[in-house]
């Protein structure tokens, strides 16, 4: 059960709401385990020293090793959770996830941070725009995107409950509230926080608070507006997707992706194996690479603000 907030103020980083439940998690379990890829720093990792220090591995940068020291672990009865930046953290391991994490049918949890212009000034050798695509392609992982540190903190939670391989992207930083503290989720089911007769929104991530402000812009044109955030991309909730087409005009997906193999992609899937020809704008990344700016500025850059999105949804003909 969830309860929205109603402003627009900041909550706590991302990487803390992580480490939070981290710590609870690891009080509960006494064989989680945490590892880094020399990033302890900046995702605050290396404050499990002060309350697990002997559940904390630095693997250096040597991330596809920590893959695989995760799924040894596994195999000795630890359940691993791993983090490094996004593009390090799928593209660079994807064989070892494949193979030592689900082909093996290991546990291995992965936070992958600062997905698409949250990279910033790190530009874009760390930039992913293809995480999820990537992922989704392995048989059998579940992928999420968090939307605010109320539900990031939930999925570390319920992921160190899980088997299998996981993976959840999200900034480090601090991002809009979307959910008053104590909401809780379903892996898998996607969640509807307004309700309209004329276009539907799927968001996912942290632009989940810019698909609301879509939505409100769309009411005052004379447009309702159902917005869903899909926080698990795989697996998609197929079941209220194809409950909330029903007499829609529009489909729009909104995500810090590539619009090639992420929530766009999975969307468009449905509504083609199910022979829907409701019309899909798809608003996230076509075809570039990353560059070097503040998130904000690249924010922009990318057409993600909310100014930018509402500009690209005014220029349909439906």
């Not at 546990?107 to 695509?133: C, L, R, V």
């Amino acid at each position: 059960m969830f309860t929205l907030v109603t402003n627009k103020e900041v909550g706590k980083e991302l990487r803390v709401a992580v480490v939070d439940a981290l710590k609870e998690a690891m009080g509960e379990n006494e064989k989680l385990v945490a590892l880094d890829a020399d990033l302890g720093g900046a995702s605050k990792w290396t404050d499990l020293i002060k309350s697990n220090p002997d559940r904390f591995i630095n693997v250096g940068i040597a991330e596809a090793n920590m893959v695989g020291v995760a799924a040894g672990l596994n195999l000795t009865g630890y359940v691993p959770f791993i983090h490094t930046f996004g593009p390090f953290a799928t593209r660079r391991v994807l064989d070892q996830i494949f193979l030592s994490g689900a082909y093996s049918k290991n546990t291995i949890n992965i936070f992958g941070s600062d997905p698409g212009f949250a990279a910033g000034h790190n530009g874009g050798t760390h930039t992913t725009w293809e995480d999820m695509a990537l992922l989704r392609s392995i048989p059998n992982v579940v992928i999420c995107d968090a939307a605010d540190a109320v539900q990031m903190e939930w999925i570390v939670k319920e992921f160190s409950k899980m088997s299998g391989v996981h993976y959840v992207r999200g900034t480090r930083k601090g991002v809009r509230k979307v959910y008053k503290e104590g909401s809780t989720f379903e892996i898998g089911k996607g969640n509807l926080l307004r309700e309209g007769q004329d276009y539907l929104i799927v968001a996912t991530g942290q632009l989940v608070s810019e698909a609301l402000e879509v939505a409100d812009h769309l009411n005052q044109k004379g447009l309702t507006v159902d917005v869903i955030d899909m926080f698990t991309v795989k697996p998609l909730d197929q079941e209220l997707l194809l409950e909330r087409l029903v007499g829609k005009k529009r489909v729009i997906t909104i995500e810090n992706h590539s619009i090639t193999g992420g929530l766009g992609s999975a969307v468009a899937e449905v509504l083609a194996d199910n022979g829907l020809a409701v019309p899909l704008k798809r608003i996230g990344v076509d075809n570039r690479f990353g560059q070097v700016g503040t998130p904000d500025f690249l924010q922009e850059e990318f057409g993600l603000t909310t100014e930018k999105m509402i500009e690209q949804i005014e220029d349909l003909k439906i």
